[in-house]
C-alpha cells in the first residue's frame, strides 16, 4: 500500500523560507513522478511542482523561481523548499503520487495517492 506523509509546515513571516517534506512508502520513484499542490480556503487545489522520475522538474508560473522541488531516492523523500514566501502562498500543502513514464500535470486526476497535507501560514 502506497503512504504518502507531509512535514515541515509553519507559520512564517513573508520573505522568508520553509522546506517541506514528504516520505513514500509503497512506491519507488524510479516508476513514478511526485508533484506538490496545495489548497487555500475557499479555493480548488493548485498545482505547484513536479518532478519526474527522471528528475526533470516543472513549476506553477506562480512559484517559478522561488520554490525548488527535489528528491532523496535513499530516502524516498520528495522536498518542497519555498523562498520569498508571500502571503499569497499561504494553503495547506499537499503531495501527491503519480504511476508511471508521464509529465507534470496540474489536475489532481493524474494523481492516485496524497498525503494528509501540512498547513503553511505566511504573515505580513
Known amino acids: 500500500q502506497v503512504q504518502l506523509a507531509e512535514s515541515g509546515g509553519g507559520l512564517v513571516q513573508a520573505g522568508g523560507s520553509l522546506s517541506l517534506s514528504c516520505v513514500v512508502s509503497g512506491r519507488t520513484f524510479s516508476n513514478s513522478g511526485m508533484g506538490w499542490f496545495r489548497q487555500a480556503p475557499g479555493k480548488e487545489r493548485e498545482f505547484v511542482a513536479y518532478?519526474?522520475?527522471?528528475?526533470?522538474?516543472t513549476y506553477a508560473d506562480s512559484v517559478k523561481g522561488r520554490f525548488t522541488i527535489s528528491r532523496d531516492g535513499a530516502k524516498n523523500t520528495v522536498y518542497l523548499r519555498m523562498n520569498s514566501l508571500k502571503p499569497e502562498d499561504t494553503a495547506r500543502y499537499y503531495c501527491?503520487?503519480?504511476?508511471?513514464?508521464?509529465?507534470?500535470?496540474?489536475?489532481?486526476?493524474?494523481?492516485?495517492?496524497w498525503g494528509p497535507g501540512t498547513q503553511v501560514t505566511v504573515s505580513t
Open positions: 501527491a503520487s503519480r504511476p508511471g513514464y508521464a509529465g507534470a500535470s496540474s489536475s489532481t486526476y493524474a494523481y492516485d495517492y
Open positions: 518532478i519526474r522520475w527522471s528528475g526533470e522538474c
